[in-house]
């Protein structure tokens, strides 16, 4: 065992970010939570005792976050509760259950953390008939990622619930890397050669970047005398990409050599051109740190932002831009052990209101989102607006044999007509992208 595990650890660098803008905030903000419907026979406590288990294998999920010497640490509780109160509905009419599940669970999104007491994980389960439930699982961003939730906490909670379900042990081997570890080792990694090597890259890619000003369907902003206006809920916006598109896009990008994303990522710049008066188009998009094996089957904040920089002049023709975007893309991925945080610190890349310089993320969905097979049960997941700290957040999801696009957007910025406009641009440039490479 690691003679450290029971130390206060410090704070990954992406977790110092998250919590310093959360506590400015003044309100919870960061909830990563997964939510199912189960119809079936369900042993609701055989679930908690899954659900329990998997918090005790996992440092994370038991981390509280006091501030020592006015900084945060992590500390790990020894063991941690997870209650799984059931709301009955089941004596309301039928056609109100879903109703009044749909009001829970929109509530439940805006209960705060204690990060100083904990827990830092909740559950709840909602009873619409003898047969039927649904199931929330939450836990602050601070301590998961969508990696955590489908790639381990999922796939551990379907073995955990049969054991329990038939009154067998675990058979999950001990988890063999927990977050601490990965905290520490970051600190260390940073402060040698190779996070020496890697600052000076971003430093010289990041040269006198200035982020992306507010596009041109932003609404006004109010103004300097104007009071505050209360943080708004994101809003979400889908658009499926037609089959004959969606095929077109592949088949150009094995063309081009190029992966899939490459192609998006350069048609959303090109969108974005559309809009701002510069040819400097600077996105975000989510890496990870789990470039080490050992870490596959932790649970923790492994994501990372990288900066993704691209000239876009107004008349760029798709095929350069699209092995420019290449070319940004492939160093952004070579350099992404180093944690945004640390390059914002380091080069300034901060907006009055600490407000950091990049406001649009575009991101690729490359960790299947399964619902667990938990025996006895048909198990359907319930989609709910995510949280965003960007004012436009792009994501492409490729499930399925087809390809999805959500928009997550800040609707004191952009409202929904505004959404719906950038969202038909985007369109209009795959499109019209995959015709230029088609026709030259």
Not at 93 to 120: C, H, I, M, N, S
Not at 202 to 222: F, H, I, N, T, Y
Not at 232 to 249: I, K
Not at 302 to 323: E, G
């Amino acid at each position: 065992m690691n003679p450290a595990a029971h130390e206060d650890a410090p704070l990954s660098y992406a977790q110092q970010g998250m919590w310093f803008l959360e506590r400015r905030a003044g309100h919870t903000r960061y909830i990563d939570a997964v939510t199912f419907r189960l119809v079936g026979e369900l042993d609701a406590a055989a679930l908690r005792a899954a659900i329990e288990e998997v918090v005790g294998r996992h440092e994370a999920l038991r981390t509280r976050f006091p501030v020592v010497a006015g900084a945060p640490v992590q500390r790990v509780s020894p063991r941690a509760e997870v209650p799984l109160p059931l709301t009955d509905l089941t004596a309301l009419p039928e056609a109100e259950r879903e109703q009044v599940a749909a009001q829970f669970l929109a509530e439940d999104l805006r209960r705060p953390f204690d990060l100083v007491r904990g827990p830092v994980v909740r559950a709840a389960l909602i009873g619409l008939g003898p047969r039927e439930h649904i199931v929330r699982v939450s836990s602050h961003h601070l301590v998961s990622d969508a990696w955590s939730w489908w790639v381990v906490i999922l796939r551990e909670l379907e073995q955990l619930y049969t054991a329990h379900l038939h009154g067998h042990s675990s058979p999950l081997p001990p988890v063999p890397t927990q977050y601490g570890d990965f905290a520490r080792r970051q600190r260390d990694w940073l402060g040698g050669p190779a996070g020496a090597k890697q600052l000076a890259h971003w430093k010289e890619v990041l040269a006198g970047a200035s982020g992306l000003p507010p596009l041109a369907v932003a609404s006004p902003e109010p103004p300097p005398a104007a009071p505050p206006e209360p943080e708004q809920p994101p809003r979400t916006q889908w658009m499926a990409v037609p089959q004959p598109l969606y095929e077109r896009l592949q088949a150009a990008a094995r063309r081009e050599h190029v992966s899939l994303f490459m192609l998006l990522l350069a048609a959303s710049k090109r969108m974005l051109r559309r809009h701002v008066d510069t040819d400097d188009i600077l996105v975000g998009t989510r890496g990870g740190f789990r470039t080490r094996a050992e870490f596959e089957k932790a649970v923790g904040l492994f994501v990372n932002l990288l900066p993704v920089r691209t000239q876009v002049p107004a008349d760029a023709d798709f095929r350069d831009l699209l092995h420019r975007v290449r070319r940004n893309l492939i160093g952004a991925y070579t350099h992404r052990d180093m944690p945004f945080e640390r390059l914002a610190h380091a080069l300034g890349l901060w907006r009055p209101g600490f407000r950091p310089l990049i406001s649009v993320c575009v991101s690729f969905q490359t960790t299947p989102e399964v619902p667990p097979a938990l025996e006895g049960l048909d198990t359907t997941l319930i989609n709910h607006d995510p949280f965003s700290a960007y004012p436009l957040d792009l994501g492409f999801y490729e499930a399925a044999g087809a390809l999805r696009v959500l928009l997550v957007h800040d609707p004191g910025l952009y409202d929904d007509k505004a959404a719906a406009r950038l969202l038909d641009d985007l369109h209009e440039e795959l499109a019209t992208g995959c015709r230029e490479l088609e026709d030259a």
